[in-house]
């Protein structure tokens, strides 16, 4: 009720406590893994794979990587994720549910939890500038920001968003550390499991080259944390990588 009340009022609220007290409430809780790979301080990019299906929507993943990440960082414990504008084609039993109503939601979330809100269409490149402009300065004020690159997707990797790529790289600026989070389930399990951090630099001086470098560098970085089965768009990149090394592969 008291979460209604903040909702309808536009009070801000914590939502790394909130995603707390979701996860705990939702058993079985999810099994995480590599949260040692976190930066204890300091702000971050953190990047997911869109893993959802009916029943377990890409928030409650987001909540989940929330709370191990509050767990780790106590004095910084706050993500500010990037949400999408609408979402299109939901429906509640038979009734679909009016995009207006879904747009309305969607910033009253984000007002709510200090999110950023990024436009879908990918015409509206102002909207889309001024998210990513609103992102550099969470990151500047010491804010983690999470995203993710794909924007939709239901677990088996698809590719990242155009433009995804120039926006990580500007965020990042070749110093800010960004970390990779692997989302599947293992039976009823919601596995979890973070990636060593990395910072994002290219070799090409074009844009359009730029931004296919760095999409493929963060998705093949969350991609070797999957079992080969979610590899899909990126398998033979991710498996050019691991081809080789040592050590036994994401099951």
Same mark, same amino acid.
């Given at each position: 009720?008291?979460?209604?009340?903040?909702?309808?009022?536009?009070?801000?609220?914590?939502?790394?406590?909130?995603?707390?007290?979701?996860?705990?409430?939702?058993?079985?809780?999810?099994?995480?893994?590599?949260?040692?790979?976190?930066?204890?301080?300091?702000?971050?990019?953190?990047?997911?794979?869109?893993?959802?299906?009916?029943?377990?929507?890409?928030?409650?993943?987001?909540?989940?990587?929330?709370?191990?990440?509050?767990?780790? $960082?106590? &004095?910084?414990?706050? %993500? +500010?994720?990037?949400?999408?504008?609408?979402?299109? #084609?939901?429906?509640? !039993?038979?009734? @679909?549910?009016?995009?207006?109503?879904?747009?309305?939601?969607?910033?009253?979330?984000?007002?709510?939890?200090?999110?950023?809100?990024?436009?879908?269409?990918?015409?509206?490149? $102002?909207? &889309?500038?001024?998210? %990513? +402009?609103?992102?550099?300065?969470?990151?500047?004020? #010491?804010?983690?920001? !999470?995203?993710? @690159?794909?924007?939709?997707?239901?677990?088996?990797?698809?590719?990242?968003?155009?433009?995804?790529?120039?926006?990580?790289?500007?965020?990042?600026?070749?110093?800010?550390?960004?970390?990779?989070?692997?989302?599947?389930?293992?039976?009823?399990?919601?596995?979890?499991?973070? #990636?060593?951090?990395?910072?994002?630099?290219?070799?090409?001086?074009?844009?359009?080259?730029?931004?296919?470098?760095?999409?493929?560098?963060?998705?093949?970085?969350?991609?070797?944390?999957?079992?080969?089965?979610?590899?899909?768009?990126?398998?033979?990149?991710?498996?050019?990588?691991?081809?080789?090394?040592?050590?036994?592969?994401?099951?």
């Amino acid at each position: 009720m008291l979460w209604l009340v903040d909702f309808l009022l536009g009070r801000r609220r914590s939502f790394a406590r909130d995603s707390r007290i979701t996860i705990d409430g939702n058993p079985p809780p999810p099994c995480v893994q590599g949260v040692e790979h976190l930066p204890p301080e300091g702000p971050l990019i953190i990047v997911m794979n869109h893993y959802e299906r009916d029943g377990l929507l890409i928030h409650f993943c987001a909540m989940a990587i929330s709370k191990a990440v509050a767990g780790r $960082r106590s &004095r910084s414990p706050e %993500i +500010r994720w990037v949400i999408t504008s609408e979402w299109y #084609g939901r429906r509640i !039993g038979p009734l @679909p549910i009016p995009v207006w109503f879904i747009r309305w939601v969607f910033r009253r979330v984000s007002r709510l939890y200090g999110l950023i809100v990024m436009p879908r269409a990918a015409e509206d490149v $102002r909207g &889309r500038a001024a998210a %990513i +402009r609103r992102l550099a300065e969470q990151v500047r004020d #010491g804010e983690s920001v !999470g995203l993710v @690159p794909e924007a939709l997707g239901k677990g088996t990797l698809i590719e990242a968003m155009p433009g995804s790529g120039l926006a990580l790289l500007a965020l990042s600026r070749g110093r800010l550390p960004i970390v990779p989070v692997g989302l599947w389930e293992d039976d009823e399990t919601l596995m979890v499991r973070f #990636g060593e951090p990395f910072t994002l630099n290219v070799g090409s001086s074009d844009r359009q080259e730029q931004d296919r470098q760095a999409r493929e560098r963060v998705m093949v970085a969350i991609g070797r944390l999957l079992p080969e089965r979610y590899w899909g768009f990126y398998a033979p990149a991710i498996g050019r990588e691991v081809e080789g090394e040592p050590g036994p592969r994401a099951e």
